[in-house]
């Protein structure tokens, strides 16, 4: 009889493990989510009816996590973002917004009018030769880049064997190859030819060692995307739908113009519309934008709350000596979920008018610390660990005995850290070192699996450095006292107050 695979969601006793192998790690990317019921139902409905969401606790519970899996529910974006050339203003581009029908069929379009790609001993003789593929003296057929023929050590070209004859040659023959064509040979060369009986014009390009032959419906599709003004894409319709905006500098968050010291010059500058750069609230567009401590983005906070306003938000140049200082492409849309996620601590830090528009449209929550201690919970830690070590890649299986060794300490720190007896610390992060280390140390012995003894030698290796300065020096002001030299005592007016911290008393020496 076949084994079935362990199933978190049975709530079956640890007893029924005999390794992590066993666990099965759900497809779902929310019942990946450990402890967090709430966080994970609430999810869900943002994803549906796209509202916004404002996490809150302490950092390793799961809240990037969260906004990750909630991207994964989303429908695939269907809007692509171009900035398109304004030729009668080249500093105020236009915007352009395509849905994915109308790209993949654009594609196609322009995909027909690419041509052909033929070998050059497909074409007619005189073309191969004024393409410069064709040796005129041996016939021998090589590319493009040697301008003189392997076979025969003639040059491939009349005009080149001219060249070639001209007694200032040396001086100038930098100038006849360039003038003559990039190397020799023309890049292409307009002829015609007869197909079902009808005469048409053809037009054969260089295409690296092939050539590219394009007939009259390329040619006419061709002249079509000629007349329409250039552009680029700003946000593709193939992107991710998660958006990691944590840190982000100002340009990175609201867009940017390239500088171009050029900027001016009809032939050497770069156009506006190709100097525009998005940022990560248009990249977002129809997807999550996610913003872990989010306090840290200051006034920047203004800027998210216009945009999930407004949708829609300008890339202008932010650099005032900057050559696109005056380009501004208006109306770029931004329409994201928002996911924030911060500190207890730094809830004062948030934008009132910020939070007003999470609530108004979406949620805030309270993240959990830790998860009653039973027979379900325990099951759903088991697959925590077997997530983890799927995750790293690196490390073996967790025996039995070590996830118990492991639930064991997520017991202690739900206890010591969160003041929660009978429960399970939902802090993971740490756990997840934990496992890393004891994994570490099974393979640095050559160990198939994971067991106890190497989580309880993970758990001395993985001790916080102020534990490990309390053991070694028994207070950590005595660790700050024995590390600084009589010098740094001396000049430093922090060694002065900490010490008179711990003396009860106040103010510098």
């Not at 041509?115 to 191969?128: F, R, S, T």
């Not at 009259?216 to 680029?232: D, S, T």
């Not at 140390?441 to 102020?466: C, F, Q, T, Y």
Request: glycine fraction near 8%.
């Amino acid at each position: 009889m076949e084994k079935k695979g362990y199933d978190a969601e049975d709530g079956l006793p640890i007893d029924e493990i005999e390794d992590t192998r066993a666990v099965i790690i759900p497809k779902d990317p929310l019942k990946r989510v450990i402890g967090q019921d709430e966080a994970v139902k609430l999810a869900r409905i943002a994803a549906n009816q796209r509202r916004h969401f404002l996490l809150v606790g302490p950092p390793g519970t799961g809240k990037s996590m969260i906004a990750q899996a909630l991207s994964l529910y989303l429908k695939p974006p269907v809007e692509e973002i171009r900035i398109v050339h304004n030729p009668e203003n080249p500093e105020r581009p236009f915007v352009e917004v395509k849905n994915r029908a109308d790209v993949y069929k654009e594609k196609e379009t322009r995909e027909s009018a690419e041509g052909e790609l033929i070998d050059p001993k497909e074409v007619p003789i005189n073309v191969a030769e004024q393409l410069g593929y064709k040796c005129i003296n041996c016939g021998n057929y090589s590319t493009t880049m040697e301008r003189i023929c392997p076979r025969c050590s003639r040059p491939k070209m009349a005009q080149m064997q001219q060249s070639a004859s001209n007694p200032f040659s040396d001086l100038l023959g930098g100038i006849f190859e360039v003038t003559m064509g990039q190397l020799g040979g023309r890049k292409r060369v307009t002829t015609t030819r007869k197909r079902f009986g009808k005469e048409e014009v053809v037009v054969f390009e260089r295409a690296g060692e092939m050539i590219k032959v394009l007939d009259q419906k390329a040619l006419e599709k061709r002249r079509e995307f000629e007349k329409i003004n250039p552009r680029k894409v700003l946000v593709s319709v193939e992107r991710n739908p998660f958006i990691l905006a944590t840190g982000a500098s100002e340009t990175e968050l609201l867009g940017d113009v390239r500088h171009d010291p050029y900027g001016g010059h009809s032939q050497l500058g770069t156009l506006p519309y190709e100097r525009v750069i998005p940022g990560t609230i248009h990249e977002a567009h129809e997807g999550v934008l996610f913003i872990d401590e989010l306090p840290h983005l200051g006034h920047f906070q203004r800027h998210i709350l216009t945009a999930m306003q407004e949708k829609r938000f300008p890339i202008v140049g932010r650099n005032p000596q900057s050559a696109g200082a005056s380009v501004r492409a208006d109306n770029v849309p931004c329409d994201f979920i928002f996911v924030g996620a911060c500190n207890i601590q730094d809830l004062p830090y948030i934008l009132s008018p910020l939070r007003s528009r999470i609530t108004g449209s979406g949620y805030e929550i309270l993240i959990e610390t830790t998860m009653s201690d039973n027979e379900r919970n325990q099951a759903k830690f088991a697959q925590f660990i077997a997530q983890e070590i799927a995750m790293d890649k690196k490390i073996p299986p967790v025996t039995q005995s070590a996830i118990k060794a492991l639930i064991k300490e997520a017991k202690r720190r739900a206890r010591e850290i969160d003041g929660k007896k009978d429960s399970l610390t939902l802090r993971l992060r740490g756990v997840g070192g934990l496992i890393r280390a004891a994994g570490d140390l099974a393979v640095v012995n050559g160990d198939e699996l994971i067991d106890e003894g190497h989580i309880k030698k993970a758990l001395k290796r993985s001790r916080p450095v102020e534990e490990q300065i309390k053991e070694r020096y028994g207070s950590y002001e005595g660790g700050v006292a024995t590390d600084m030299t009589s010098a740094q005592k001396a000049s430093s007016p922090y060694y002065h107050w900490n010490k008179h911290i711990y003396d009860d008393k106040m103010g510098y020496e």
